[in-house]
Protein backbone atom coordinates (compact mmCIF):
# COMPACT_ATOMS: atom_id res chain seq x y z
CA UNK A 1 0.00 0.00 0.00
CA UNK A 2 1.52 3.72 -0.89
CA UNK A 3 1.18 5.96 1.49
CA UNK A 4 1.47 9.82 0.50
CA UNK A 5 3.81 11.74 2.43
CA UNK A 6 3.08 15.28 3.63
CA UNK A 7 2.95 18.58 1.17
CA UNK A 8 4.69 21.14 1.89
CA UNK A 9 1.25 23.31 1.95
CA UNK A 10 -0.12 20.80 4.98
CA UNK A 11 3.46 20.69 6.81
CA UNK A 12 2.82 24.39 6.92
CA UNK A 13 -0.52 24.30 8.06
CA UNK A 14 -0.01 21.91 10.54
CA UNK A 15 3.52 23.62 12.24
CA UNK A 16 0.86 27.18 12.16
CA UNK A 17 -1.99 24.78 14.18
CA UNK A 18 0.65 23.77 16.68
CA UNK A 19 2.21 27.33 16.82
CA UNK A 20 -1.38 28.80 17.65
CA UNK A 21 -2.07 25.85 19.99
CA UNK A 22 0.57 27.10 22.09
CA UNK A 23 0.75 30.81 21.82
CA UNK A 24 -2.36 30.21 23.47
CA UNK A 25 -1.67 27.51 26.17
CA UNK A 26 1.80 28.20 26.89
CA UNK A 27 1.34 32.20 28.43
CA UNK A 28 -1.49 29.65 30.47
CA UNK A 29 1.00 27.70 31.64
CA UNK A 30 3.39 30.31 32.60
CA UNK A 31 1.17 32.34 34.32
CA UNK A 32 0.19 28.98 36.82
CA UNK A 33 3.73 28.29 37.56
CA UNK A 34 4.41 32.13 38.41
CA UNK A 35 0.90 31.89 40.81
CA UNK A 36 2.45 28.91 42.51
CA UNK A 37 5.56 30.53 42.90
CA UNK A 38 3.78 33.17 44.38
CA UNK A 39 1.87 31.24 46.21
CA UNK A 40 5.08 29.07 47.91
CA UNK A 41 6.58 32.62 48.65
CA UNK A 42 3.70 33.99 50.35
CA UNK A 43 3.40 30.91 52.06
CA UNK A 44 7.00 31.04 53.71
CA UNK A 45 6.40 34.31 54.55
CA UNK A 46 3.46 33.14 57.00
CA UNK A 47 6.02 30.68 58.41
CA UNK A 48 8.09 33.28 59.39
CA UNK A 49 4.87 35.32 60.94
CA UNK A 50 3.68 32.02 62.31
CA UNK A 51 7.40 32.19 63.88
CA UNK A 52 7.57 35.27 65.41
CA UNK A 53 4.26 34.75 67.34
CA UNK A 54 5.19 31.91 68.76
CA UNK A 55 8.64 33.34 70.07
CA UNK A 56 6.32 36.68 71.22
CA UNK A 57 4.27 33.77 73.17
CA UNK A 58 7.48 32.40 75.13
CA UNK A 59 9.69 35.19 75.14
CA UNK A 60 7.08 37.68 76.07
CA UNK A 61 8.56 40.32 72.98
CA UNK A 62 9.77 40.03 70.12
CA UNK A 63 13.43 39.28 68.89
CA UNK A 64 16.05 41.82 68.95
CA UNK A 65 16.88 43.44 65.89
CA UNK A 66 20.20 42.23 64.45
CA UNK A 67 19.40 38.36 65.73
CA UNK A 68 15.84 38.47 64.47
CA UNK A 69 16.37 35.08 62.28
CA UNK A 70 19.12 33.58 64.13
CA UNK A 71 16.29 33.68 66.87
CA UNK A 72 13.50 32.47 64.70
CA UNK A 73 15.42 29.26 63.68
CA UNK A 74 14.53 27.00 65.68
CA UNK A 75 10.71 27.92 65.32
CA UNK A 76 10.95 27.27 61.53
CA UNK A 77 12.42 23.74 62.04
CA UNK A 78 16.23 24.81 62.08
CA UNK A 79 17.08 23.42 65.25
CA UNK A 80 19.81 21.94 64.02
CA UNK A 81 21.33 25.33 62.82
CA UNK A 82 20.46 26.46 65.87
CA UNK A 83 22.62 24.58 67.99
CA UNK A 84 25.66 25.78 66.30
CA UNK A 85 25.12 29.87 66.85
CA UNK A 86 27.47 30.77 69.65
CA UNK A 87 25.25 33.31 71.71
CA UNK A 88 28.41 34.10 73.91
CA UNK A 89 29.93 35.97 71.40
CA UNK A 90 28.35 39.32 69.82
CA UNK A 91 26.82 38.81 66.31
CA UNK A 92 29.53 38.35 64.17
CA UNK A 93 31.20 35.67 66.34
CA UNK A 94 28.08 34.26 67.66
CA UNK A 95 26.84 33.19 63.13
CA UNK A 96 30.19 32.55 62.25
CA UNK A 97 28.90 28.71 62.05
CA UNK A 98 25.78 29.17 60.30
CA UNK A 99 25.42 32.67 58.11
CA UNK A 100 27.13 30.73 54.99
CA UNK A 101 24.61 27.81 55.26
CA UNK A 102 21.82 28.26 53.25
CA UNK A 103 18.34 28.07 54.44
CA UNK A 104 15.48 27.79 52.02
CA UNK A 105 12.94 28.98 54.07
CA UNK A 106 13.99 32.54 53.62
CA UNK A 107 13.88 32.60 49.84
CA UNK A 108 11.27 33.05 47.51
CA UNK A 109 11.05 31.10 44.89
CA UNK A 110 10.02 33.55 42.46
CA UNK A 111 13.58 35.15 42.38
CA UNK A 112 16.26 33.62 40.34
CA UNK A 113 18.86 35.08 42.30
CA UNK A 114 21.51 32.04 43.15
CA UNK A 115 24.01 33.26 45.67
CA UNK A 116 23.83 31.69 49.02
CA UNK A 117 23.32 32.30 51.78
CA UNK A 118 21.06 35.40 50.44
CA UNK A 119 17.72 36.07 52.16
CA UNK A 120 14.02 37.56 50.13
CA UNK A 121 12.75 38.44 53.32
CA UNK A 122 13.89 41.93 55.70
CA UNK A 123 12.45 42.64 59.26
CA UNK A 124 11.03 46.55 59.25
CA UNK A 125 13.29 48.77 60.81
CA UNK A 126 10.16 51.59 60.70
CA UNK A 127 9.75 54.60 58.75
CA UNK A 128 13.02 55.90 57.79
CA UNK A 129 16.32 56.44 58.21
CA UNK A 130 18.01 56.17 61.79
CA UNK A 131 17.92 59.98 62.28
CA UNK A 132 14.20 59.75 62.79
CA UNK A 133 13.18 56.52 61.66
CA UNK A 134 13.84 54.21 64.22
CA UNK A 135 10.08 53.77 65.17
CA UNK A 136 9.71 49.99 64.18
CA UNK A 137 9.08 46.49 65.50
CA UNK A 138 12.77 45.90 65.37
CA UNK A 139 14.83 48.89 66.10
CA UNK A 140 18.54 48.85 65.85
CA UNK A 141 20.78 47.36 68.91
CA UNK A 142 24.21 49.74 67.63
CA UNK A 143 24.72 53.25 69.03
CA UNK A 144 25.88 55.67 65.89
CA UNK A 145 27.47 58.79 66.95
CA UNK A 146 25.48 61.81 67.55
CA UNK A 147 22.34 59.33 66.92
CA UNK A 148 19.66 59.05 69.38
CA UNK A 149 18.69 55.61 70.07
CA UNK A 150 14.49 55.15 71.09
CA UNK A 151 15.35 51.44 72.39
CA UNK A 152 18.28 48.82 72.54
CA UNK A 153 16.21 46.31 73.85
CA UNK A 154 13.23 43.74 72.34
CA UNK A 155 10.02 45.62 71.50
CA UNK A 156 7.02 44.29 73.80
CA UNK A 157 3.55 43.53 72.52
CA UNK A 158 2.19 46.57 75.00
CA UNK A 159 4.91 48.75 73.42
CA UNK A 160 3.03 48.33 69.85
CA UNK A 161 -0.02 50.99 70.29
CA UNK A 162 -0.74 51.32 66.84
CA UNK A 163 -2.32 47.34 67.06
CA UNK A 164 -0.18 44.29 66.01
CA UNK A 165 -2.16 43.50 62.85
CA UNK A 166 -1.68 47.55 61.97
CA UNK A 167 2.37 47.01 62.14
CA UNK A 168 4.61 45.81 59.35
CA UNK A 169 6.76 43.02 60.83
CA UNK A 170 8.54 41.39 57.82
CA UNK A 171 8.62 41.96 54.39
CA UNK A 172 10.24 41.01 50.53
CA UNK A 173 13.44 42.59 49.35
CA UNK A 174 15.51 41.63 46.02
CA UNK A 175 19.15 40.28 47.24
CA UNK A 176 21.98 41.62 45.50
CA UNK A 177 24.87 44.41 45.69
CA UNK A 178 27.93 42.50 43.90
CA UNK A 179 30.49 46.35 43.36
CA UNK A 180 31.63 44.85 40.69
CA UNK A 181 28.53 43.80 38.81
CA UNK A 182 28.09 46.66 36.32
CA UNK A 183 24.60 44.62 35.22
CA UNK A 184 22.49 44.73 38.36
CA UNK A 185 19.37 45.65 38.10
CA UNK A 186 17.80 48.68 40.07
CA UNK A 187 16.40 47.05 42.44
CA UNK A 188 18.99 44.59 43.70
CA UNK A 189 21.65 46.91 44.50
CA UNK A 190 21.77 49.37 47.72
CA UNK A 191 23.53 52.56 45.47
CA UNK A 192 25.71 55.39 47.19
CA UNK A 193 24.59 58.67 46.53
CA UNK A 194 27.12 60.74 45.06
CA UNK A 195 26.25 63.96 47.24
CA UNK A 196 26.12 63.52 50.99
CA UNK A 197 22.98 64.98 52.16
CA UNK A 198 22.44 66.51 55.41
CA UNK A 199 19.51 64.73 56.44
CA UNK A 200 19.22 66.49 60.11
CA UNK A 201 19.44 69.83 58.16
CA UNK A 202 16.53 69.32 56.10
CA UNK A 203 17.91 67.77 52.88
CA UNK A 204 15.26 65.13 53.09
CA UNK A 205 13.39 64.95 50.15
CA UNK A 206 16.71 65.82 48.30
CA UNK A 207 18.23 62.92 49.13
CA UNK A 208 14.40 61.03 48.62
CA UNK A 209 14.39 62.68 45.23
CA UNK A 210 17.89 61.70 44.02
CA UNK A 211 17.52 57.89 44.83
CA UNK A 212 14.22 57.78 42.84
CA UNK A 213 16.18 59.13 40.33
CA UNK A 214 18.74 55.89 39.91
CA UNK A 215 18.56 55.24 36.61
CA UNK A 216 18.41 51.08 34.97
CA UNK A 217 21.09 49.38 35.37
CA UNK A 218 23.31 51.62 37.49
CA UNK A 219 26.83 50.40 37.30
CA UNK A 220 27.09 50.93 33.84
CA UNK A 221 26.56 54.74 34.54
CA UNK A 222 28.68 54.66 37.62
CA UNK A 223 27.19 54.16 40.98
CA UNK A 224 28.47 51.97 42.86
CA UNK A 225 26.46 49.96 45.41
CA UNK A 226 26.00 48.22 48.61
CA UNK A 227 25.40 44.45 49.55
CA UNK A 228 21.21 44.13 50.46
CA UNK A 229 19.80 40.76 51.28
CA UNK A 230 23.52 38.80 50.68
CA UNK A 231 22.79 36.81 54.41
CA UNK A 232 20.04 36.11 56.17
CA UNK A 233 22.12 36.15 59.34
CA UNK A 234 22.44 39.42 59.88
CA UNK A 235 18.89 41.83 60.35
CA UNK A 236 20.75 45.13 59.70
CA UNK A 237 20.59 47.61 57.02
CA UNK A 238 22.42 45.86 53.93
CA UNK A 239 21.35 42.57 54.66
CA UNK A 240 17.74 41.64 56.21
CA UNK A 241 16.85 44.71 57.10
CA UNK A 242 14.40 47.32 55.60
CA UNK A 243 12.46 50.61 56.05
CA UNK A 244 9.30 52.43 54.32
CA UNK A 245 10.96 55.41 53.08
CA UNK A 246 9.70 54.43 49.56
CA UNK A 247 6.94 52.44 48.62
CA UNK A 248 7.63 48.92 47.62
CA UNK A 249 9.60 48.27 44.45
CA UNK A 250 11.88 51.57 44.17
CA UNK A 251 15.22 51.83 44.38
CA UNK A 252 17.41 51.48 47.90
CA UNK A 253 20.20 54.35 48.30
CA UNK A 254 22.44 55.15 51.22
CA UNK A 255 23.38 58.69 51.85
CA UNK A 256 26.95 58.40 50.00
CA UNK A 257 28.85 56.36 53.09
CA UNK A 258 26.35 56.73 55.62
CA UNK A 259 24.55 53.61 55.72
CA UNK A 260 22.25 54.53 58.71
CA UNK A 261 20.91 57.22 56.86
CA UNK A 262 19.85 55.10 54.14
CA UNK A 263 16.62 54.13 52.04
CA UNK A 264 15.94 50.11 52.05
CA UNK A 265 12.77 49.53 50.14
CA UNK A 266 11.00 46.42 49.93
CA UNK A 267 10.86 44.73 46.78
CA UNK A 268 10.35 41.59 44.78
CA UNK A 269 9.38 40.16 41.46
CA UNK A 270 5.85 39.56 41.59
CA UNK A 271 3.42 41.61 39.66
CA UNK A 272 2.13 44.58 41.27
CA UNK A 273 3.55 45.14 44.44
CA UNK A 274 4.66 42.84 47.53
CA UNK A 275 3.64 40.33 50.22
CA UNK A 276 3.88 41.99 53.89
CA UNK A 277 3.45 40.22 57.04
CA UNK A 278 1.94 41.97 59.90
CA UNK A 279 3.41 41.61 63.85
CA UNK A 280 -0.19 39.56 64.01
CA UNK A 281 1.11 36.39 61.78
CA UNK A 282 -0.95 37.82 59.04
CA UNK A 283 -0.51 38.47 55.74
CA UNK A 284 -1.44 40.73 53.24
CA UNK A 285 -0.40 41.74 49.63
CA UNK A 286 0.62 45.42 49.27
CA UNK A 287 -0.02 47.33 45.67
CA UNK A 288 3.27 49.03 44.40
CA UNK A 289 0.83 52.45 44.32
CA UNK A 290 0.03 52.71 48.08
CA UNK A 291 0.06 55.91 49.52
CA UNK A 292 3.53 56.81 50.56
CA UNK A 293 2.21 58.21 54.12
CA UNK A 294 -0.28 54.82 54.65
CA UNK A 295 3.10 52.65 53.66
CA UNK A 296 5.07 55.00 56.93
CA UNK A 297 2.38 54.71 59.07
CA UNK A 298 2.01 50.73 58.89
CA UNK A 299 5.59 50.61 59.82
CA UNK A 300 5.60 52.40 63.00
CA UNK A 301 4.79 50.68 66.64
CA UNK A 302 3.22 53.87 67.86
CA UNK A 303 2.29 56.59 65.61
CA UNK A 304 -1.68 56.36 66.08
CA UNK A 305 -2.18 56.61 62.36
CA UNK A 306 -5.28 55.55 61.46
CA UNK A 307 -4.95 52.85 58.69
CA UNK A 308 -7.09 50.97 56.47
CA UNK A 309 -6.36 47.34 55.74
CA UNK A 310 -6.11 45.83 52.96
CA UNK A 311 -4.53 48.49 51.26
Known amino acids: MNRRGWTTTELMVALGIAG ?4 IVLPGVLMARASARRQECANKLRQIGLALTQYEATNKAFPRCAWTFVTLLPYLGEEALFRHVDFT ?19 CPSDPWDKPPCTNYAICGGSGHAIG ?6 RTTHRYPNRPLPSSRAVT ?17 LPGGIPSDKELARLRGTWRTPEFFDLAGGEIDPFIDRCLGVPDFPGRYGW ?4 RGNVWSKNHYGNARYNHTLTPNLPSCINNS ?25 LTFVSNSVDRAV ?8 GGEPLSFPY
Open 224 to 227: QTYE
Open 133 to 138: GEDGLF
Open 89 to 107: KDLRGAVANVEYVPVAKFR
Open 258 to 282: SIPDGIFTAASLHSGGVNLVMADGR
Open 20 to 23: LLLS
Open 157 to 173: VAEVRDGLSHTAAVCEI
Open 295 to 302: WRAVSTIA
